[in-house]
């Protein structure tokens, strides 16, 4: 049974960015397997990483 795309919120630019783009910085090498699950399932369209102020 597929669901579709599963909202993901947060509130940190960075983060979303990072899950989001396709490139590989050397900034971003200590980044463990959790953040490449997450920017897999975004790029299988799994999931959706969406923006939202801390306010909201």
Request: charged share 25%; no cysteine.
């Amino acid at each position: 049974m597929q669901v579709g795309t599963i909202p993901i919120y947060g509130d940190n630019m960075s983060s979303i960015y990072l899950a989001s783009n396709l490139m590989f910085h050397a900034r971003s090498k200590h980044i463990e397997i959790h953040y490449h699950y997450v920017r897999e399932k975004v790029l299988s369209k799994d999931v959706e990483i969406k923006f939202i102020r801390t306010k909201e």
